[in-house]
C-alpha cells in the first residue's frame, strides 16, 4: 500500500483466506486515509481481486502488476472484481461480484522464470481456453514445437501477452458479455470449473478446474476432446 500512514497488510498465501470476504472488510478497519490514495498489487490473481475489492472501497489508484501465467493473461484484464465468502461451511464463489478498473497493468516477464512448472501448467489453462473457443491461429502454435513454455520462456510470454490481448479483444467488442458474444468465450468451461472448485470447499486450484471444465464440455465434441488430450498430455505438470 503506497500511503506514508499506512500498515503493512500481509495476506496470507492461501485463496480462501486472500480472497474471503469477511478476512477484507476486517483488513479495511486498520487502513486509514487510504481514500483518493494508491495502491498496488504485486502477485497472482486471488491478491489482484483483493487488492481490487480494497481499492474499490476506498476509491483509490490501483496499479496490478500480475506475477503468474494466469495473473497476467486473465485475471489482470477486464477490472472484475471477485471475492468468496465462507459461512456456516456454505462455500459462496464469488458471493461478491464487481467491476473496478486498475489505473495501469504492468506485465513484467521477469516473474516467468520463478513459476513451478506446475504453477505454469496451471495458468496455460486460460491460454488454452481462448485457443479453443476464440483463436484457431493461437490452437495452432500451443499444438506446435514452437510453443515450450517449461523450456521456452519467449514462447510462455508469447502465449501470454496473445491472450491478454483476446480477452482485451473481447471486451471491447462485448463489454456487455452477451451469453452469445464475449460470454460464450470467457465463461467457456467455467460453469463445470466453478462447481468443481466449490466442491472442493475452494481447494482445487481454478487452473486444475479450468482443465477439467474443458475435458467434460468438450466430450460431446469428439475432435474438440482429441484437442484438449493432447494439450493435457504436452503441457499438464503435476
Given at each position: ?32 486515509g ?33 506475477t ?24 459462496e464463489?464469488?458471493?461478491y ?35 479453443l ?52 468465450i ?13 466442491e ?39
Amino acid at each position: 500500500i503506497i500511503h506514508k500512514d499506512a500498515p503493512v497488510i500481509l495476506l496470507k498465501s492461501h485463496e480462501i483466506e486472500w480472497e474471503e470476504i469477511k478476512d477484507l472488510s476486517s483488513s479495511l478497519q486498520h487502513i486509514q486515509g487510504l481514500k483518493g490514495g494508491k495502491i498496488a498489487a504485486i502477485g497472482g490473481g486471488s491478491l489482484l481481486y483483493a487488492v481490487g475489492y480494497i481499492a474499490e472501497q476506498w476509491q483509490c489508484e490501483a496499479t496490478y502488476i500480475p506475477t503468474t501465467v494466469l495473473s497476467m493473461s486473465d485475471t489482470s484484464i477486464g477490472g472484475k472484481v471477485r471475492i468468496h465468502r465462507v459461512k456456516d461451511d456454505v462455500y459462496e464463489r464469488h458471493f461478491y461480484r464487481s467491476y473496478y478498473e486498475p489505473n495501469r497493468i504492468i506485465l513484467d516477464e521477469r516473474f516467468l522464470p520463478s513459476l513451478s512448472e506446475h504453477e505454469i501448467s496451471l495458468g496455460i489453462a486460460e491460454i488454452v481456453k481462448h485457443a479453443l473457443y476464440q483463436s484457431p491461429g493461437l490452437l495452432e502454435y500451443l499444438l506446435s514445437p514452437a510453443f515450450d513454455p517449461f523450456n521456452n520462456q519467449s514462447s510462455l510470454l508469447k502465449a501470454t501477452m496473445w491472450t491478454a490481448d483476446l480477452k482485451r479483444i473481447c471486451l471491447t467488442v462485448d463489454p456487455e458479455e452477451h451469453e452469445d458474444g464475449a460470454n460464450a468465450i470467457l465463461r467457456a468451461a467455467h460453469t463445470v470449473a466453478d462447481q468443481l472448485e466449490v466442491e472442493s470447499k475452494l481447494q482445487m486450484r481454478h487452473g486444475k478446474a479450468v482443465w477439467r471444465g474443458m475435458e467434460i464440455d468438450c466430450e460431446s465434441d469428439p475432435e474438440k476432446a482429441k484437442t484438449v488430450e493432447a494439450l493435457a498430455k504436452k503441457l499438464w505438470k503435476k
